[in-house]
């Protein structure tokens, strides 16, 4: 392999101060400006360049097709055969299945329509998040003077040649940066919006269905439930106001519990502490922690929050009980080596996702605090960047600071498939992804969504 023998070959030369070794040329060339003249070279152009040029070859060959299996000797026709020999269970054949598509998926653009012609392709994508049942995709968009606009991507036009967008502008919105976001539910499954913001406003108290939570790095503000209902073309004069409203400080993380026993319950990750908070009754709970609270996460069988630090901790909170000083509280405590940006909780509840600050994804058995597995290959330095887990069909998938979308079989670890972005690669243009057998519904359209900068592309079985 020609660019194997070549990496060997650079990591062989050594490496002298003020100048860069060129592989092409095999000579040195110097870094720093001289005295009388101006040397644009420098280390992070460099990289941007060789990162451009191996995300142009990898493109080119997305689009001859020349895709190489993700394992020695699996295809269509071998998985079938070992299935009616009986060498394989039906889970084992419906995981494989769906690796072998993935490392097929084809890339085309989706147009984009939307009510508001002024509204559609005119800012950059910054944080798209599925319901459930993957109907829509709620939308966080940067917009040119600042802060964030929101809106719903209703995703029953898939199948076909087009989305359609409902985003509209609102007066209750404030221009703040948005870390993150999640589905939650009130009075239906996946029923309103919540989200923080600066100056507290006039709020209507009423119930509507279909909510988003988020959370807000930004000056003290408040946290506030909105229906998105209210982003709907349908009877427009007719749109909800606020359901609530609750005084934060600054806020990293939140997550919506769906266990009955804190019914109605959501956290907020903030700066050295937790904040768990009834939406119906306005209680409240505190607890303190060393350090600020970047990724939450709420289990389903009991009512205990996860929560991810940028020190390095993972704990656990049972939100049954009282405030306590001191950390007597943690009932499980595991450690990464460096900021936690993102965890997962699988659904049978005995394991924990996590990733980190240093490109570290490991998997945490909760019953023995082990570290069981990693995947290997994702990037990440400081950004706080989302897992996306499909335990259904054995996938994971994490976008990397470098802008390279990966997906790695759950079971072993194994890295399926690295689909580089179609945007030069930036540190505002990290694509943000959404994967699922059934985007649409339950009679959907299997396959992932990515939105990079003003577009939104469809990676098709």
């Known amino acids: 392999d020609p660019s194997s023998s070549s990496s060997t070959q650079t990591s062989v030369v050594p490496e002298l101060p ?12 110097r ?39 993700t394992r020695a000797g699996l295809n269509s026709s071998v998985l079938l055969q070992k299935r009616q020999l009986g060498l394989l269970s039906s889970t084992s054949y419906c995981r494989l299945v769906h690796e072998l598509k993935v490392n097929c998926m084809q890339r085309r653009k989706i147009e984009i329509h939307s009510p508001d012609s002024s509204v559609a ?24 003077h600042g802060g964030c606009k929101y809106g719903i991507i209703n995703l029953s036009g898939l199948g076909k040649e087009s989305l359609t967008v409902e985003m509209y502008d609102n007066l209750y919105f404030t221009n703040r940066k ?16 919540l989200y923080p913001f600066k100056k507290k406003a006039k709020l209507k108290f009423s119930f509507h269905n279909k909510l988003c939570l988020m959370g807000i790095a930004e000056t003290p503000g408040c946290a506030s439930l909105l229906p998105a209902s209210l982003f709907s073309s349908t009877n427009p004069g007719d749109r909800p106001g606020m359901l609530c409203s609750f005084k934060i400080s600054t806020a990293w993380s939140c997550a919506w519990c769906l266990n009955p026993q804190a019914d109605n319950c959501f956290s907020t990750g903030l700066t050295r502490r937790v904040l768990v908070t009834n939406v119906v009754t306005g209680h409240r709970q505190t607890f303190g922690t060393s350090s600020d609270v970047l990724a939450q996460q709420f289990a389903r069988q009991t009512p205990v929050l ?10 656990s909170i049972d939100v049954r009980q009282r405030n306590r000083k001191g950390q007597s509280w943690k009932a499980i405590r595991l450690f990464h080596g460096s900021a936690v940006t993102s965890i997962h909780l699988m659904e049978a509840e005995h394991y924990l996702m996590a990733a980190d600050m240093a490109g570290k994804i490991k998997l ?4 023995t605090t082990k570290c069981v597995k990693q995947y290997k290959g994702h990037h990440n330095e400081y950004a706080i960047l989302p897992l996306h887990v499909n335990e259904e069909e054995g996938l994971l998938t994490a976008v990397g600071q470098d802008c390279y979308t990966r997906i790695w079989s759950l079971q072993d670890a194994h890295l399926l498939r690295t689909i580089p972005s179609p945007h030069p690669s930036s540190k505002d243009a990290i694509p943000s992804v959404v994967f699922s057998s059934r985007l649409g519904g339950s009679r959907g359209v299997p396959g992932l969504l990515m939105a990079v900068k003003q577009d939104l592309y469809h990676f098709s079985y």
């Not at 992070?44 to 001859?64: G, P, T, W």
């Not at 910054?126 to 940067?142: G, L, S, Y």
Request: charged share 30%; glycine share 4%.
């Open 31 to 69: 870094l720093l400006p001289g005295h009388n003249n101006y040397n644009p070279l420098t280390k992070d152009s460099i990289q941007h360049k060789a990162m451009e040029c191996k995300r142009l070859r990898l493109l080119e060959e997305e689009e001859k097709q020349m895709k190489k299996t």
């Open 178 to 193: 948005v870390n993150s976001v999640c589905w939650a539910s009130l009075t239906h499954p996946d029923s309103h919006v």
């Open 306 to 315: 996860y929560n991810g630090c940028r020190s390095g901790e993972i704990f």
């Open 121 to 144: 392709g005119t800012n950059n994508f910054k944080i798209i998040v599925a319901d459930v049942a993957c109907e829509r995709i709620f939308t966080v968009n940067d917009v040119e």
């Open 18 to 29: 003020g100048f860069y070794y060129d592989a092409e040329k095999n000579r040195y060339f």
């Open 364 to 367: 945490w058995d909760l019953r």
